[in-house]
């Protein structure tokens, strides 16, 4: 198994790019969700998803978008991309929910000049 | 917001020393969870405490929970070099059941 897989590992845009970010896991696990790291900020929920076909908010949903259609694939795009996005953006999953230990990806390094 | 908070922000030790971490948080909680974060990588998963429970162990760690003071903490034993790395509490609560809150993290250095 290949785990929770992220792609680009890194990205530099220009502002008012856009971009999706790839998060795939082969694990079969229903609930996924994509945090960012910025320094002294701890993780911080962008989105998630219970299953396919439903996403929701997290704590910062502002600027991106999500769409479940399988349970792999759990993309993340930038709609117009802000300085204030660069950041590491992290994916995980889990089976179920929450309540159970989460597996993450190694991240995506993204620099928005 | 930040649900849970790590205390202290940076530890320092010698190897064979022992780490200790502590968690706190606000609000009633259905388990909390310990990560690591080696520089450069993603989060792996130590250990979970159910809210019904007060101590766990896995390995080198040990990990308290304390519901009446909020309060959780990463007691890891005989620490390596190999030990260094940021270290993050997690919880998940009741009022929503879909999120996990991760706080700001401990780095812990281990000096050989």
């Known amino acids: 198994n290949a785990g929770v897989t992220q792609t680009p590992k890194f990205q530099v845009l220009k502002t008012g790019q856009s971009m999706t970010l790839q998060c795939a896991q082969d694990?079969?696990?229903?609930?996924m969700s994509w945090y960012r790291q910025d320094p002294g900020m701890g993780l911080r929920l962008i989105h998630y998803s219970v299953g396919a076909g439903i996403t929701d908010q997290g704590e910062v949903p502002n600027g991106y978008n999500v769409s479940r259609s399988t349970t792999e694939d759990f993309p993340l795009r930038l709609l117009s991309a802000a300085p204030s996005q660069t950041s590491v953006y992290f994916c995980?999953?889990?089976?179920?929910?929450?309540?159970?230990?989460?597996?993450f990806g190694d991240g995506t390094r993204l620099s928005i000049l | 917001s930040q649900q849970g908070e790590e205390d202290p922000q940076a530890l320092s030790i010698q190897e064979g020393e022992n780490a200790t971490m502590n968690c706190s948080y606000k609000?009633?909680?259905?388990?909390l969870q310990w990560y690591r974060q080696n520089s450069g990588r993603g989060l792996v998963h130590l250990i979970l405490?159910?809210?019904?429970?007060r101590e766990k162990h896995s390995g080198r760690l040990r990990v308290t929970l304390d519901t009446s003071k909020k309060s959780s903490s990463l007691l890891i034993t005989a620490s390596r070099a190999a030990d260094t790395a940021s270290y993050f509490c997690?919880?998940?609560?009741?009022?929503?059941?879909?999120?996990?809150?991760f706080g700001k993290g401990t780095l812990l250095t281990v000096n050989p």
């Open positions: 694990m079969n696990h229903e609930y």
């Open positions: 405490i159910r809210s019904n429970e």
């Open positions: 609000t009633s909680i259905n388990n």
């Open positions: 995980a999953s889990s089976y179920v929910g929450p309540n159970q230990p989460q597996h």
């Open positions: 997690a919880t998940s609560s009741g009022g929503s059941n879909y999120k996990l809150t």
